[in-house]
């Protein structure tokens, strides 16, 4: 079914309210359901929470890129390739979101900002065509992979739960990545996705704190 603009718009406002302030839960379920919770210290809970609203504000991000990019797409094709994959990572933030309060914490207050941002470079890089945007999304979704995997092995030893989200969030993004270069993606030079890392450890760096 083809939405008019109007619906398009109305469900992309749905999209911003339900992931900055909802509490929806995921389609599928949780990783870590079923995973007995084991004993952690103050200070281990405390990091496991940091790791995890980091990872819950980058799920933030990925939904405010994938809108920016269908918002501009130029063709229906990539349009839905962002969506689903955006669908998908609403799965992601639930997850994140449902560890976080089992473990005590809470989103992290700056959601709004990095929502903000990403938004705008996902429609500027999607208006400057569904290749550059789809390699984007590409290179991003790699710098995910590459934090995931920090992430993983910077756990407490006793969290399965959180390394059960962790892993399963890893393997998706990395799909997700290389269905953007499948579809056509430009494939980043090093450099590009050099300073994409840089702006990538500002996000992580604030966002364990606040």
């Known amino acids: 079914m083809t939405l008019s603009a109007k619906d398009e718009f109305i469900v992309s406002i749905d999209r911003v309210l339900r992931t900055l302030w909802s509490a929806k839960g995921s389609e599928r379920p949780s990783p870590a359901q079923g995973i007995a919770e084991r004993e952690l210290t ?11 609203r980091v990872n819950h504000a980058g799920e933030v991000c990925a939904q405010a890129l994938y809108l920016g990019h269908a918002v ?26 449902e560890r ?18 990403s938004f705008g470079m996902g429609a500027l890089t999607g208006i400057a065509g569904d290749r550059l945007s789809l390699g984007f999304v590409a290179a991003t979704e790699d710098e995910v992979c590459r934090h995931l995997d920090r992430h993983e092995r910077a756990l407490p030893e ?9 892993n399963q969030m890893r393997d998706e993004e990395a799909r ?7 579809a056509g993606g430009w494939d980043f030079p090093q450099p590009a ?4 890392a840089l702006v990538a450890k500002v996000m992580t760096t604030t966002s364990y704190r606040i």
């Open 42 to 52: 103050d200070e281990e809970r405390s990091h496991a929470a940091g790791l995890m």
């Open 158 to 166: 006793s969290d399965d739960k959180s390394r059960a989200i962790v």
């Open 100 to 117: 976080l309060e089992q473990l005590k914490s809470r989103p992290s207050r700056l959601d709004p900002l990095w929502f903000a941002l």
């Open 72 to 97: 501009t797409a130029r063709s229906s094709g990539v349009r839905e390739v962002m969506q689903q994959a955006a669908r998908e990572e609403e799965d992601h933030l639930a997850w994140c979101r």
């Open 176 to 182: 997700h990545g290389t269905h953007a270069l499948e």
């Open 193 to 196: 996705k050099d300073v994409m």
